[in-house]
């Protein structure tokens, strides 16, 4: 890893690299030892009788095979391929450094991960009934998604909202909507997590609001706001603000919570969307961790002490279709991470060494041909995330390439996991395939490459330099091209879409929602707006345009206006006449 000197000002800080292995000699054992030079020879002798009887009887089925991200897979691992490899320091045990077997010592023989399903739709009512539904059936944490006039902190009247209330999640507009979510839900016994980024500071301070209204000091409450928007600019384009101003609310948010919401994961640092846009598994794996390290930095040069944040950190990434590269690349993330956190920011608390995850199953792999094979894919994405170490983890629905889920979709979606942790006997040990020749030699070759793209970012002056210039942007697209090519030549074999295809009915139930959620949503809004305090609305915007164009920490001022059941997008539009709106440079 390069050294990073900061180009747009600020403290630099210089990285290292974990130290490179030595040659192996013939004599050298590797990480699953055995003597090489014998091991060697049998190789060859295998190759030279063996291997070419059975190739002249069946030739392979293709002449080059690959992953996913069209990475090359040799025909067979052996110790020779991992004899660089260092047991002690780059495998190790797992809950010490590096991590790459775990961040806990027992893993799911301690405690499960979060079985925590991604839902929201219409109105907070229909959403807060379907949470009820799936915490009697076993659901151990909650996924809030937020409807796009939301995401984007716009009101139910505005006329871009038009045709989006309440369609692809819920739709949030006052404190008022916040309480109706979570209504009959103990905030203090279960976690939330909420998928929002550029107004993720406002619904940090609704879900504040409503525990503070019950009572329920700030330090019990738990759960996850993702609010990172440099995966934004780089893959789903749900941003606001410039780049800068929108770190700083970034920063705030994380500075707050350290100080009030400790137990409060303030930022889920996302590759889930850069995937999800067609990047490759490192392209994933080198962006999401150097995204992290850009928010690492820019809290640092806030002031804020390194161990005072880093413990609450997490990781949010996509589990696609090629298990074995879904396994390394979790495995690989938490080894880069751990060296990162304690060699390049020199952070003293081995929790601030942790990478913390939560996964998704691919929601760019569900098909609507022939949806039911849906539930494989999701299944075997599931089964990755769990021999990958997950902490969480959402499984797709089937008829998601269709709509929201229905009911018995997701019911279906959660019983996938729980088959997985109770029925499938890998929750039994710990990494259960740690030691596998070709998942360590992958696990060092995506290791390795994530550094390449970590030596390019450097030279650019950091990731947000490079945003501005599109650099991640067109680089996840030329993969994305790529990979559709692959598809469209038969390449890359997708069952039901360019192969084994059939003529099919698709009798399946779809979630509909009605316009109506539209109608409610606003007569809500309007009713909030004829009985709050309407100057003390006016007096808590004007002191957060004050303090935006000054240097305050912005978290307070806006749990006021929360507090006062000012809408979001009266909150959002006081940043946006501050700060103005970000347009994108143009990916050529």
């Given at each position: 890893?390069?050294?990073?000197?900061?180009?747009?000002?600020?403290?630099?800080?210089?990285?290292t690299r974990p130290k490179k292995s030595r040659t192996p000699s013939t004599r050298r054992t590797?990480?699953?030892?055995?003597?090489?030079?014998?091991?060697?020879?049998?190789?060859?002798?295998?190759?030279?009788?063996?291997?070419?009887?059975?190739?002249?009887?069946?030739?392979?089925?293709?002449?080059?095979?690959?992953?996913?991200?069209?990475?090359?897979?040799?025909?067979?691992?052996?110790?020779?391929?991992?004899?660089?490899?260092?047991?002690?320091?780059?495998?190790?045990?797992?809950?010490?450094?590096?991590?790459?077997?775990?961040?806990?010592?027992?893993?799911?023989?301690?405690?499960?991960?979060?079985?925590?399903?991604?839902?929201?739709?219409?109105?907070?009512?229909?959403?807060?009934?379907?949470?009820?539904?799936?915490?009697?059936?076993?659901?151990?944490?909650?996924?809030?998604?937020?409807?796009?006039?939301?995401?984007?902190?716009?009101?139910?009247?505005?006329?871009?909202?038009?045709?989006?209330?309440?369609?692809?999640?819920?739709?949030?507009?006052?404190?008022?909507?916040?309480?109706?979510?979570?209504?009959?839900?103990?905030?203090?016994?279960?976690?939330?997590?909420?998928?929002?980024?550029?107004?993720?500071?406002?619904?940090?301070?609704?879900?504040?609001?409503?525990?503070?209204?019950?009572?329920?000091?700030?330090?019990?409450?738990?759960?996850?706001?993702?609010?990172?928007?440099?995966?934004?600019?780089?893959?789903?384009?749900?941003?606001?603000?410039?780049?800068?101003?929108?770190?700083?609310?970034?920063?705030?948010?994380?500075?707050?919570?350290?100080?009030?919401?400790?137990?409060?994961?303030?930022?889920?640092?996302?590759?889930?969307?850069?995937?999800?846009?067609?990047?490759?598994?490192?392209?994933?794996?080198?962006?999401?961790?150097?995204?992290?390290?850009?928010?690492?930095?820019?809290?640092?040069?806030?002031?804020?002490?390194?161990?005072?944040?880093?413990?609450r950190l997490s990781f949010f990434f996509n589990c696609h279709n090629d298990f074995f590269e879904?396994?390394?690349?979790?495995?690989?993330?938490?080894?880069?991470?751990?060296?990162?956190?304690?060699?390049?920011?020199?952070?003293?608390?081995?929790?601030?060494?942790?990478?913390?995850?939560?996964?998704?199953?691919?929601?760019?792999?569900?098909?609507?041909?022939?949806?039911?094979?849906?539930?494989?894919?999701?299944?075997?994405?599931?089964?990755?995330?769990?021999?990958?170490?997950?902490?969480?983890?959402?499984?797709?629905?089937?008829?998601?390439?269709?709509?929201?889920?229905?009911?018995?979709?997701?019911?279906?979606?959660?019983?996938?996991?729980?088959?997985?942790?109770?029925?499938?006997?890998?929750?039994?040990?710990?990494?259960?395939?740690?030691?596998?020749?070709?998942?360590?030699?992958?696990?060092?070759?995506?290791?390795?490459?994530?550094?390449?793209?970590?030596?390019?970012?450097?030279?650019?002056?950091?990731?947000?330099?490079?945003?501005?210039?599109?650099?991640?942007?067109?680089?996840?697209?030329?993969?994305?091209?790529?990979?559709?090519?692959?598809?469209?030549?038969?390449?890359k074999i997708i069952v039901g879409v360019n192969d084994y295809v059939i003529e099919e009915d698709?009798?399946?139930?779809?979630?509909?929602?009605?316009?109506?959620?539209?109608?409610?949503?606003?007569?809500?809004?309007?009713?909030?707006?004829?009985?709050?305090?309407?100057?003390?609305?006016?007096?808590?915007?004007?002191?957060?345009?004050?303090?935006?164009?000054?240097?305050?920490?912005?978290?307070?001022?806006?749990?006021?206006?929360?507090?006062?059941?000012?809408?979001?997008?009266?909150?959002?539009?006081?940043?946006?006449?501050?700060?103005?709106?970000?347009?994108?440079?143009?990916?050529?």
């Amino acid at each position: 890893m390069a050294g990073h000197r900061r180009r747009n000002g600020g403290t630099a800080v210089t990285p290292t690299r974990p130290k490179k292995s030595r040659t192996p000699s013939t004599r050298r054992t590797g990480a699953t030892g055995g003597d090489l030079g014998a091991i060697r020879a049998a190789y060859e002798r295998w190759t030279r009788m063996t291997l070419r009887e059975a190739l002249e009887r069946q030739p392979e089925r293709q002449a080059e095979f690959t992953t996913l991200s069209s990475q090359p897979v040799q025909r067979l691992y052996t110790p020779l391929d991992v004899a660089g490899i260092d047991y002690l320091r780059d495998i190790g045990f797992p809950g010490e450094f590096p991590f790459t077997r775990g961040i806990h010592a027992t893993m799911y023989r301690g405690r499960l991960w979060t079985f925590r399903l991604f839902s929201g739709f219409g109105t907070p009512e229909d959403t807060n009934r379907r949470y009820k539904f799936l915490i009697s059936q076993g659901q151990t944490g909650l996924s809030v998604a937020f409807d796009l006039p939301t995401l984007y902190g716009r009101d139910p009247d505005h006329p871009l909202s038009l045709g989006e209330v309440g369609k692809c999640g819920v739709s949030i507009v006052t404190l008022r909507d916040m309480e109706i979510l979570f209504d009959g839900i103990d905030l203090a016994s279960i976690t939330t997590s909420m998928t929002i980024n550029s107004p993720a500071a406002v619904l940090i301070c609704m879900y504040a609001a409503v525990a503070l209204k019950r009572g329920i000091p700030l330090d019990r409450i738990g759960g996850t706001t993702q609010n990172d928007i440099l995966k934004e600019y780089i893959a789903q384009k749900e941003y606001i603000y410039p780049p800068r101003p929108s770190m700083r609310l970034v920063v705030d948010s994380i500075a707050w919570c350290a100080r009030h919401m400790p137990k409060w994961n303030p930022i889920s640092i996302s590759g889930y969307h850069i995937r999800e846009a067609g990047s490759t598994a490192v392209q994933e794996l080198a962006f999401t961790l150097y995204d992290g390290i850009e928010y690492v930095r820019h809290c640092i040069e806030a002031g804020l002490d390194v161990d005072e944040f880093a413990p609450r950190l997490s990781f949010f990434f996509n589990c696609h279709n090629d298990f074995f590269e879904e396994i390394a690349k979790f495995r690989a993330a938490r080894r880069i991470w751990a060296h990162v956190m304690r060699d390049r920011f020199h952070a003293r608390n081995p929790r601030s060494w942790w990478l913390r995850f939560h996964t998704q199953t691919a929601g760019c792999s569900l098909t609507w041909q022939q949806p039911y094979n849906n539930i494989i894919r999701t299944t075997i994405q599931a089964l990755a995330a769990v021999l990958g170490g997950t902490q969480s983890l959402h499984t797709n629905a089937f008829d998601e390439a269709y709509a929201l889920p229905t009911e018995f979709s997701a019911l279906l979606a959660l019983r996938t996991q729980q088959i997985i942790a109770f029925e499938s006997g890998v929750a039994n040990t710990v990494d259960p395939l740690g030691g596998s020749y070709f998942v360590e030699a992958l696990t060092k070759q995506m290791e390795d490459q994530a550094y390449e793209y970590f030596d390019k970012l450097d030279a650019m002056g950091g990731m947000i330099p490079a945003i501005e210039r599109g650099y991640p942007q067109r680089e996840i697209a030329e993969a994305a091209y790529r990979y559709q090519r692959q598809v469209e030549s038969k390449e890359k074999i997708i069952v039901g879409v360019n192969d084994y295809v059939i003529e099919e009915d698709r009798p399946i139930e779809i979630l509909y929602i009605d316009e109506k959620v539209a109608e409610q949503q606003i007569a809500r809004m309007n009713e909030v707006k004829r009985t709050r305090d309407n100057r003390a609305v006016v007096a808590s915007l004007q002191a957060l345009r004050r303090a935006a164009q000054g240097s305050d920490n912005l978290m307070p001022y806006i749990l006021e206006a929360v507090q006062n059941y000012a809408t979001i997008g009266e909150i959002c539009d006081t940043l946006r006449d501050v700060w103005g709106e970000w347009e994108e440079p143009e990916v050529i």
